[in-house]
């Protein structure tokens, strides 16, 4: 697929009443290469809120100040069954707290604890739903959001996920597919019974707040990279704020190594690196198929389906970086871009279904 490049990520739990769907926005930010979406929250006719996409997120955070109007925000008691059904809560006395990692500081090594509360949230022109439980955050909490952001919509697949709240709300199908573009806009669905891209199926390992899959190989033009199994074992984590793919160090040598050699085949030449990236390339005499799609070496990665392996194909701009003021075109091998090419979807490990999802991963070393 051509053109615009999309992600779709399609999680479903299991069998619910309504098949009706909700649809909000997705914007990218290019510069920090942040997804958000915007929602409105509080009593205010118009009190809209730009919140990151983070599906290892479960309870969502923001900064309150960028509420309009707090007329109608209550604060959580530690008693009410809401409290006691948050992970990692706490209590002051009196009211419920969070502990809140937050998702751009390495292995969460820092957290802050913050109260929890609950609004109204309006997701369209005519569609609202009461309560909407959330954390507000110290403004020096949300450093490394860029600055249209406010905070973070939790995705994850934990208790508290804006889309499972949603969901509760209406009495729909438990399941959300986001649609992250190459630039400009997308798509982020909740419930519903169809978001119009065929699918391609294999299981997701859903482990405490993450999701995972389980890459069983790695091709460069077709050809499979010699790996020892063991260093795929364990799955490959979904992120939606890690702007490209991070592999372990074997892992990346041999996909850097195959891939330079095919990228010489092909007319380009290697330059000196360019922070943050390791391997370089100038286009050379390699020809663009069109002004979107360069003539790059393609990556795949195996993935279990219905009995047999499925590929997951990068080719393109989704594996290169671009540096225009340098005429340069940087490739990043290990770091695959962002950007996907094609939708491969993902369902929900529930009753036999699988979802399917597509996002970089990030394998843990």
Same mark, same amino acid.
Request: overall charge positive; proline content about 7%.
């Given at each position: ?66 509420? $309009?109007?707090?007329? +109608?925000?209550? #604060?959580?008691?530690?008693? @009410?069954?809401?409290?006691?059904? %948050? *992970? ?116 997701? $390992?859903?482990?405490? +707040?993450?999701? #995972?899959?389980?890459?069983? @190989?790695?091709?460069?033009?077709? %050809? *499979? ?141």
């Amino acid at each position: 697929m051509h053109g615009l490049k999309r992600l779709i990520i399609f999680i479903s739990m299991f069998a619910a009443i309504s098949e009706a769907q909700y649809l909000l926005p997705i914007t990218k930010n290019e510069t920090t290469k942040q997804y958000y979406t915007t929602i409105n929250i509080g009593s205010a006719a118009n009190s809209p809120v730009n919140l990151l996409l983070d599906i290892g997120t479960d309870l969502s955070w923001l900064n309150c100040r960028k509420i $309009k109007s707090l007329s +109608s925000l209550h #604060l959580v008691p530690c008693q @009410s069954p809401t409290c006691k059904s %948050i *992970p990692s809560n706490a209590c002051d006395g009196k009211h419920c707290l969070y502990l809140q990692q937050s998702p751009f500081v390495k292995n969460h090594t820092v957290s802050t604890v913050d109260r929890v509360v609950q609004d109204k949230a309006t997701i369209s022109t005519k569609v609202s739903f009461r309560p909407f439980t959330f954390s507000c955050v110290a403004q020096t909490h949300i450093q490394g959001l860029s600055p249209p952001i406010a905070g973070v919509l939790g995705l994850s697949p934990g208790e508290f996920p804006f889309w499972r709240q949603v969901t509760r709300a209406f009495n729909i199908i438990p399941r959300f597919a986001i649609c992250l573009p190459s630039s400009g806009n997308g798509n982020f669905f909740i419930g519903g019974g169809g978001f119009g891209v065929s699918m391609t199926l294999t299981p997701l $390992k859903i482990v405490g +707040s993450d999701y #995972l899959i389980s890459p069983t @190989s790695i091709y460069v033009d077709g %050809i *499979p990279l010699s790996l020892n199994p063991s260093l795929l074992e364990g799955g490959a984590k979904l992120s939606t704020v890690v702007p490209y793919t991070v592999l372990q160090t074997d892992i990346y040598n041999a996909l850097a190594s195959a891939f330079t050699r095919k990228a010489m085949k092909i007319g380009m030449s290697e330059i000196p690196r360019l922070a943050p990236f390791k391997h370089c390339f100038q286009e050379g005499s390699s020809m663009r198929i069109n002004e979107e799609l360069m003539n790059v070496t393609s990556v795949e990665i195996g993935l279990p389906g219905n009995g047999r392996e499925v590929k997951w194909t990068f080719h393109g701009k989704n594996t290169v970086v671009s540096n225009l003021e340098k005429k340069n075109d940087l490739l990043s091998p290990p770091t695959l871009r962002f950007d996907i090419s094609s939708c491969v979807s993902f369902r929900w490990p529930t009753e036999g279904l699988y979802p399917s999802v597509a996002t970089p991963f990030r394998h843990r070393s």
